[in-house]
């Protein structure tokens, strides 16, 4: 009896959660319905800051956006960029699934430009010093990524699989992945326990098809079929499938 309530609260909330997201989606949308992926919006969306005016800061930011089409109700794809003191132009880098069996891509799109018509959210935003300390190791973690010609949507190895490897490995970015990033919990079948996407917690995945996560950036995260439910202490909030993060944003990126 437990268990067939836990079965029917879980699929309460994935309804309730899908028909947010979808509330939220109509809502918020700004592209014409006869827009398509060739036409839809690619321009700056004027978050990343000036870097020729900060030309003697480092800065590291990593973002995240709406997938394009009906995915975009249920998952989202991240990037990085980051540039060294000196330097008057951002380094990006994501996993693209199209146009080469190279799936790791430099300088893609624009630095904070829109997902295909969806506008992208700061995840991370770190400068100066610590920035500076941080871009070796985590050009050294792009280039241990060990997926770099392969990539599935679900349940990984996939974009977020490159993000979340990048956060294992440089936990000093304190990376706070939405639930709704499918893909973060994606481990190898060998590989099934470890750090998670903040890289300071525990993590147990199966492929990301059914795990729990324990993070400090993380809290407590529940992950069945790819669908993440769960609860953040460190910053209160609610983390759940399709929607995200429902509470108060990450203070390092707050106002930004």
């Given amino acids: 009896m437990a268990v067939k309530w836990i079965i029917l609260c879980f699929v309460g909330i994935l309804l309730l959660s899908f028909g947010y997201s979808y509330a939220r989606a109509s809502h918020t949308k700004t592209e014409p319905a006869s827009q ?13 800051p000036d870097p020729v005016r900060l030309r003697s800061t480092a800065i590291i930011q990593i973002y995240a956006a709406p997938t394009y089409g009906w995915r975009g109700l249920v998952a989202v794809h ?15 880098y994501d996993v693209i699934s199209w146009g080469s069996t190279d799936v790791v891509r430099r300088n893609y799109a624009l630095p904070d430009g829109y997902w295909f018509g969806s ?10 010093a610590q920035a500076e300390a941080m871009i070796p190791n985590i050009v050294a973690a792009i280039k241990r990524y060990p997926y770099p010609h392969t990539y599935h949507a679900w349940p990984g190895p996939n974009s977020n699989t490159f993000m979340a490897h990048i ?17 973060k919990d994606y481990r190898g079948i060998t590989n099934p326990i470890g750090l ?16 729990v996560t324990l993070g400090v950036e993380e809290g407590v995260e529940v992950n069945v079929l790819g669908l993440n439910l769960g609860i953040d202490f460190k910053n209160p909030a609610l983390r759940l499938p399709f929607v995200g993060r429902v509470g108060f944003d990450n203070p390092q990126n707050a106002g930004l």
């Fill in 196 to 211: 998670p996407p903040s890289g300071r917690g525990v993590q147990v995945s199966v492929l990301g098809l059914l795990g």
């Fill in 167 to 183: 956060g294992r490995e440089v936990p000093d970015l304190q990376l706070d992945m939405p639930s709704n990033a499918i893909g």
């Fill in 119 to 128: 506008k992208p959210k700061l995840l991370v935003d770190h400068r100066g």
């Fill in 78 to 92: 991240p990037w990085i960029i980051f540039k060294r003191e000196g330097e008057t132009a951002y380094t990006r």
């Fill in 36 to 48: 398509n992926w060739a036409t839809a919006r690619r321009d700056s969306a004027g978050i990343a």
